[in-house]
C-alpha cells in the first residue's frame, strides 16, 4: 500500500503564497495521475489541480493562473505552487493519486491525510 503525506500548510496572508508537497512511498508500480483537492468547512471537497504521469495538468477555474501544479517523480513528491492567495484558497488541502500496483495487478486511489492553509485577509 502506498502511503501520502501532504506538508507545506500553514498561515498564510492574503497574496501571499504556499508551497504544499505530497511525498509518496510504498511498494507500487507507478504513481498515475496526482491531485489536490480542497475542502472547505461546510463545503464540499473540489478539485483543484492535477498532473498525469506525462505532465499534462488541469486547474479549476479557481485557481487558474495562481496556482501550478508540478510533479518530481525521482523524489515520488508532487507539489502546489499557491500564489495570490485569497481568503477563499482557506480549506483543507488534500493530495490523491492513483497507483498501479505491482506485477499489473491493478490499480487504486491513494488519500493523503490533507493539511490545513489559511489564508488571513
Known amino acids: 500500500q502506498v502511503q501520502l503525506v501532504e506538508s507545506g500548510g500553514g498561515l498564510a496572508q492574503a497574496g501571499g503564497s504556499l508551497r504544499l508537497s505530497c511525498a509518496a512511498s510504498g511498494i507500487y508500480l507507478s504513481i498515475n495521475t496526482v491531485a489536490w483537492y480542497r475542502q472547505a468547512p461546510g463545503k464540499q471537497r473540489e478539485l483543484v489541480a492535477d498532473i498525469t504521469r506525462g505532465g499534462t495538468t488541469t486547474y479549476a477555474d479557481s485557481v487558474k493562473g495562481r496556482f501550478t501544479i508540478s510533479r518530481d517523480d525521482a523524489k515520488n513528491t508532487v507539489y502546489l505552487e499557491m500564489n495570490s492567495l485569497k481568503p477563499e484558497d482557506t480549506a483543507d488541502y488534500y493530495c490523491?493519486?492513483?497507483?498501479?500496483?505491482?506485477?499489473?495487478?491493478?490499480?487504486?486511489?491513494?488519500w493523503g491525510q490533507g493539511t490545513q492553509v489559511t489564508v488571513s485577509s
Open positions: 490523491n493519486a492513483d497507483i498501479s500496483r505491482p506485477y499489473y495487478s491493478g490499480h487504486y486511489a491513494a
